[in-house]
């Protein structure tokens, strides 16, 4: 028999628990005797080892190994169970040895050393009966009293490293307790921080802890004196820390801390209090109050302020500046900020008339990164649209008030009593400030648009405090509490059902939710009225429960009531916009046509007179030349008489009458002529003039002309502008079309691929048991008609944008098109209850040559609208028609959806306006379909409209393609 | 008889999954072995080339590198087929394939023209299908060419077990002009067979052409109490299983034969044999005493119809059709025809192969109505 075997029997006679029986406890043991397999027992002596150095050991003597991860069980389960029954004792050599020490060791007791070494010996006998006497009497020993609970160190790490993981919230309960004691400020200092063993130094100018508050309060843990006095002595504040859990949350910042702190005790006297933590020599294992802690009182001058110290040594961690910058900011955000008037409002109540509350503040000192986080000033606030506060009362009445700061259109307040009452939850209150970030809010103002907006983005968000400490986990960057971003990406078109009263018909606000960062502001309750909003215990976080629930809901509801309140305010600025801009363009036409019918008529007048002019002038040189003739007609006469006379030899006397005349004749002549060319001077002038005034006129309407022609051309550039657009969209779509040839190429091989491994499955299945196998059948078929509609949707691809499609024009059968495009929808349709009636001839063709799919895009982007429209409603009936009307072939969709007032019918046409809700079949529109079915049919000299539909049903487009102009004969001629 | 099938394929997934396959469906009928595509001349020489195969099985992408050594094989499928058909005549090359495969790599007609079938790897096995059956019957076909001691005429018509050779020995030779009937070679007489034959309406004709010759809907036609007069006109030679189609009749009838039939059938009951639409459903219901229906144009209520719409498969009367033009038969062959109403009801029709002068009435035919 070997010393194992031996030792063994020995655990059985000394009546060992079973436990110990086992090799590794028989190795131990041997090792701790420093004896090998075959050593002689009087050889053994006492072998002090660690742990480690037992397993080493045992490995070296025994060739056994244990793994460093038993390390622990070679420690509960044989070490101490061996010091239990006094055959091992710790640390032999300096029994003081700290715990946790990596000195610590073991070894044999000197008794049981001495029993071993005369194993096999006369001795033997006696001395293993007094050895178990000894044992026995020592574990066994009868006696009675009582006993306390142990406290072991670990609480404390329960309590501190484990419950707070924060390192800010640590430092937050610190602060917590300055604040508990009217301190009016906290100074946070860091001394080499930037390196692991740092200082941290928290000093305000609280009244301190006397050396009673000492005892009953900072060294008990868990101590009642915080919940026995909710509020402070001086300025009555809401104590916090209720688990005073402070001190211990340290732990996870520093190894060591140090309390300084001067107070006043009853008799006036000023008390000063040092005392050292060093949290090491907490270590598991040991009981609380085993460990000494250090303190020194002491008297000191009656003009000595009040305050705490607490420096914490040997910081744990390295500091950086976003860390640094983090706690800063979250400390400072740690009570209520002192913005909210209606804080001090509702603290006014509550305080005892006599003692104002100066407020709280804390600091900070850290020179190795002076960078300051700080408030935020009231004039940031001023530059919000609004501020909207909420509160619930006593029984569960809750109201809400909405207060434009700074106006968008409107200066206004609204409130808003809420129909729900609240059953968990009481004395809520909320207020948060809402910011448009729109640079017209930010005309003078210290505050630009993007310093506010970065600032909300860190800073933003809605805060929860309890009473007046803020709980961590809301209101951060990235957090969404009241899931305002997600319903916000998600476009979800509604907000809470009570607050449709405030609504426009017609307007979406939910797609005008604001999110996280554009809020800022807290919801605050108090802790005593509501037990179901239960902080936990890491203090980052409220319990989700009922109470949580209504407090998330009520929260919302203000935000809903903004969002509703807000959208109406932007589509009202919208629609004064439009319409202000209507009538100014109105305005603008008008002066311009007035200005140009101005011109007109004046290049009227000018030609009119003119031609006055030029009939004057005329006039008058008629005028004088008729005189002119006239004596020069007179005058040849007399000539001629005088020729005459002369010839008759009439008497001297009577030619020289007539002489006479005529040269009075020739005078008046000469005058006349001499008036002519006058008048003929004048007259020049005068159409002079008249050529000037038309030349005017001229210009005149030249420039008209030219207004006119660069009134067109610009039109025209419009007109090219959005054609261009239009060839970018297309272009966007046509690249589409191809990654979509190609994703319908892949969607045919997936479905080839499909239906490969269902055969492969269907021939496996063979193999096994009939009942599993139907069920696996089952399946695989289910599958398999997946793949079949794959199979369809590749078809119905390639008919939208194959090639046949997009370059081949006929006069396409319009039956097979309809059914290629529902075909892959029927399934779904069948699924959800949709009836779809088709009611085309299967001749009727389209008729004019077209692009097949531009007819497949018309019909696809109806029906799809069509099950938009119907999808929610509980009767749900489409209907496709195709027929021969008057002037053309009409397609008309028809639906039972929630219809569309008349007076939308022509907006819905237009790009981008949308009025279908979203859904899972077909996506959420663009607002494109219905202007690209218009476009398509204004391309054919058609038309798309909607038209009253027939009775049961509540929309219908009608599409309109007239017939070719050159008709084609009948076909008896064939 | 058990055939031998060598099987070349890039993706060792395939090759598994075939072999498997091959071996779970029809052990007794073929015996597979699958190998990687030759990576060198070598390997071919050495690999394939001297296999003893009934049929060679291509995949027609091979460009996926062989795992150890990273190499792609010379070959793609269709060079591959190229080398086998110039060192093994006689043993037929089945391409052997994805279907979007062969659509994306769109291969010309002169390189399909090497390759003797092109076959879907999606449908070979798909239940409900005799596909299986027609492998079988193609392999044999083959077989039965290249066994046939003297490669003329005489031995061919055994081959097709023709029951008027003096009837059809001119159409059979027109319709094989392109080689010569007294000294054939086996890939060029299966081709002739398979796909003028087999494919063209003509001299063999299908239950829809069958039924329309004799004036009687296709129903009747395949209806038991009929067929049993047209056994012996049957097509019963190689590759009488047909061709690789989905969901389409593969049986075929000699034309020459269904007349002989018919006449005799007439003529028994004293009356002229022609037009034999309009008497032999009238002989018809007499000797099978029950009424018969006619067959009936698709585009008007003309009965009987003279001829088959290529695109609808369904009796049409020559007046309400017009020539198509889908594919280059031998003159011997039927005509093909397309029916006004495929015209004014699908729009499959290309109107590229319709008569130029015929093209200008479509727009009145659409335009008809019903």
């Known amino acids: ?79 101490n169970l061996f010091i239990e029954h006094s055959i091992i004792e710790k640390n032999p050599d300096e029994p003081t040895r700290a715990p946790r020490s990596p000195k610590t060791n073991y070894g044999v007791t000197k008794d049981f050393l001495n029993l071993m070494k005369s194993f096999g010996k006369t001795e033997w006998d006696k001395k293993l009966v007094n050895f178990k006497d000894k044992i026995v009497s020592e574990f066994n020993q009868s006696e009675q009293g009582y006993v306390n609970f142990q406290t072991d160190s670990a609480i404390l790490i329960e309590l501190g490293e484990k419950l707070v993981t924060n390192s800010s919230i640590a430092l937050a309960e610190l602060v917590k307790n300055s604040y508990d004691a009217d301190a009016t400020k906290a100074i946070i200092r860091m001394r080499g921080i930037s390196k692991k063993g740092g200082t941290i130094i928290i000093e305000d100018d609280g009244t301190g802890m006397n050396y009673s508050a000492f005892i009953d309060g900072w060294m008990r843990i868990a101590s009642r004196i915080k919940k026995e006095e909710p509020y402070s002595i001086l300025y009555s504040r809401k104590t916090s820390g209720e688990k005073g859990i402070g001190r211990f949350a340290c732990r996870k910042l520093a190894r060591k801390l140090e309390l300084e702190t001067v107070s006043q005790n009853v008799h006036g006297v000023k008390e000063k209090l040092t005392a050292y933590f060093n949290w090491e020599a907490f270590e598991e294992g040991t009981s609380v109050d085993a460990i000494d802690i250090y303190y020194k009182k002491e008297v000191t001058s009656e003009d000595t302020p009040t305050y705490t110290i607490i420096t914490l040594k040997d910081v744990k961690d390295s500091w950086n500046e976003q860390s640094i910058s983090q706690m800063q900011k979250e400390l400072l955000e740690l009570i209520t900020p002192k913005t909210f008037e209606e804080e001090i409002k509702h603290n006014k109540e509550t305080e005892s008339e006599e003692v104002y509350d100066p407020g709280f503040e804390v600091s900070f000192d850290i020179p190795e990164y002076p960078k300051q986080e700080t408030f935020l000033t009231d004039d940031f606030f001023k530059n919000a649209w609004a501020k909207i506060s909420g509160c619930i009362n006593e029984t569960g009445d809750a109201n809400l008030k909405l207060e434009v700061i700074k106006p968008y259109l409107n200066k206004f307040e609204k409130s808003h009593k809420v129909s729900k009452k609240f059953e968990f939850i009481k004395n809520v209150d909320f207020i948060f400030y809402i910011f448009v970030l729109n640079p017209e809010f930010f005309i003078n103002s210290e505050w630009n648009r993007r310093k506010t907006g970065t600032l909300l983005k860190i800073k933003g968000g809605i805060k929860v405090y309890g009473d007046k400490f803020r709980i961590f986990g809301y209101g951060i960057e990235g957090d969404d509490w009241l899931k305002i971003d997600a319903d916000r990406a998600k476009s979800r078109s509604g907000v809470n059902k009570e607050l449709k009263i405030y609504r426009e018909k017609g307007d979406r606000p939910g797609l005008r939710l604001f999110t996280n960062n554009v809020l800022y502001g807290h919801v605050k309750f108090v802790l005593n009225d509501n037990m179901g909003l239960n902080i936990a215990s890491d203090r980052e976080r ?139 001077e004048v007259a020049q002038k005068l159409i002079d003039d008249a050529d000037t005034l038309q030349k005017q006129s001229y210009e005149y309407k ?102 046949r499609s997009i370059h081949e024009v006929d006069e396409w059968l319009i039956l097979p098109i309809v059914k290629a495009i529902v075909n892959p929808f029927t399934y779904e349709f069948d699924r959800r209850g949709v009836e779809l009636i088709i009611s085309i001839d299967k001749r009727l063709r389209v008729p004019q040559k077209m692009y097949r799919a531009e007819l497949f895009s018309i019909i696809y982007n109806l029906v799809s609208n069509a099950y938009k429209f119907v999808h929610q409603e509980q009767i749900q009936k489409i209907m496709i028609k195709a027929f021969e009307g008057e002037h053309g072939l009409h397609i008309q969709v028809l639906d039972t959806g929630k219809g569309l007032e008349k007076s939308r019918w022509e907006d819905v046409f237009k790009a981008f306006v949308t009025d279908s809700d979203p859904n899972t079949i077909f996506g959420t529109g663009m607002g494109l379909g219905l202007k690209i079915v218009k476009d398509i049919a204004l391309a054919y000299n058609g038309n798309a409209q909607f038209v009253d539909p027939p009775e049961n049903w509540k929309t219908c487009v009608d599409i309109l393609f007239p017939y070719n102009s050159n008709k084609e004969g009948n076909m008896n001629e064939i | 008889m058990k055939f031998n099938i060598i099987y070349v394929d890039d993706e060792e997934k395939d090759r598994d999954l075939f072999t498997l396959r091959f071996n779970e469906f029809c052990k007794d009928k073929f015996n597979i072995s699958a190998f990687k595509p030759p990576k060198t001349r070598e390997e071919y020489e050495s690999e394939i080339k001297p296999q003893e195969t009934d049929l060679f099985l291509i995949d027609l992408d091979l460009s996926i590198p062989e795992e ?117 070679e086996v890939s060029d007489v299966a081709s002739w067979i398979r796909r003028v034959l087999l494919s063209y309406p003509g001299i063999l004709f299908d239950s829809i052409f069958c039924a329309t010759l004799l004036g009687i809907t296709k129903d009747e036609f395949l209806s038991k109490d009929i067929q049993i007069f047209f056994m012996d006109a049957k097509y019963t030679g190689i590759f009488a299983e047909g061709i690789f189609v989905d969901n389409e009749d593969t049986e075929r009838w000699w034309k020459s034969k269904i007349i002989e039939i018919v006449i005799d059938i007439i003529a028994e009951l004293g009356t002229s044999p022609t037009p034999i639409k309009k008497n032999f459903p009238n002989s018809l219901e007499q000797k099978i005493g029950r009424e018969i229906q006619r067959s009936k144009c698709n585009s008007s209520n003309i009965s009987p119809a003279d001829t088959v719409c290529f695109i609808k498969k369904e009796p049409v009367s020559y007046q309400n059709s017009l020539s198509y033009y889908p594919d280059s038969r031998p003159s011997v062959m039927e005509e093909a025809r397309v029916s006004y109403k495929a015209i004014q009801e699908t729009d499959r029709v290309n109107l590229n192969l319709i008569d130029e002068t015929d093209r200008e009435l479509i727009p009145k035919i659409r335009k008809m109505k019903e």
């Open chain 1, 542 to 680: 409220l319990i989700e429960n009922e109470s949580y629930d209504e407090l998330k809901y009520f929260v919302r509801l203000g935000i809903d009531f903004a969002t509703v309140l807000y959208s109406k305010e932007v589509d009202e600025k919208i629609q004064l916009k439009e319409e202000k801009e209507e009538a100014e363009r109105k305005a603008q036409e008008e002066a311009k046509r007035k200005a140009q019918e101005e011109t007109e008529r004046k290049v009227q007048d000018l030609l009119d007179q003119a031609t006055k002019i030029r009939n004057e002038a005329k006039d008058l040189g008629k005028k004088t030349t008729l005189k002119r003739r006239k004596i020069e007609d007179e005058r040849r006469m007399l000539e001629i008489a005088k020729q005459k006379l002369e010839e008759v030899k009439a008497s001297d006397n009577e030619i020289k009458q007539v002489v006479t005349s005529i040269s009075r004749l020739l005078k008046e002549e000469r005058i006349a002529i001499q008036e002519e060319e006058k008048a003929q």
């Open chain 1, 1 to 79: 028999m070997n010393n194992v075997e031996e030792l063994r029997q020995l655990f059985e006679k000394l009546n060992l628990p079973k436990d110990l029986h086992n090799d590794r406890s028989v190795l131990t043991l041997l090792v701790l005797l420093n004896l090998k397999k075959d050593s002689p027992w009087e050889k053994a002596e006492r072998n002090l080892l660690g742990i480690q150095e037992i397993i080493e050991k045992i490995k070296a003597f025994y060739n056994v190994d244990y793994a460093t991860g038993s390390r622990e069980s070679i420690r509960r389960e044989t070490i």
């Open chain 1, 702 to 803: 030249f420039q008209l002309e030219k207004e006119r022609k660069e009134d067109v051309e610009r039109e025209k550039e419009i007109i090219e502008e959005i054609f261009r657009r239009e060839y970018a969209l297309l272009r966007a779509l046509a690249s589409t079309g191809n990654s979509i040839l190609l994703f319908q190429h892949e969607m045919r091989i997936l479905n080839d691929t499909i239906r490969d491994l269902v055969i492969n499955y269907k021939q496996m299945l063979n193999m096994i048991q009939p009942l599993e196998k139907h069920i696996y059948l089952m399946s695989l078929d289910s599958y398999l008609q997946r793949a079949e509609i794959i199979g369809v949707f590749a078809e119905f691809l390639g008919l939208a944008v194959g090639s």
């Open chain 2, 68 to 184: 150890e050594s990273r190499k792609r094989s010379i070959f793609d499928g269709l060079s591959l087929a190229m080398e086998l058909s110039n060192n093994r005549p006689g043993v037929p090359i089945i391409l052997f394939t994805r279907e979007e495969i062969i659509n994306r790599r769109n291969p010309s007609k002169q390189a399909l023209a090497i390759i003797d079938e092109t076959l879907y790897k999606g449908k070979l096995f798909v239940e409900g299908t005799k596909n299986l059956d027609v492998l079988y019957n193609f392999v044999q076909g083959f077989k039965l060419l290249r066994d046939c001691k003297e490669k003329n005429i005489k031995s061919l018509l055994s081959l097709l077990n023709d029951p008027n050779p003096d009837i059809n020995r001119d159409d059979l030779n027109i319709s094989s002009s392109l080689f010569n009937l007294d000294y054939w």
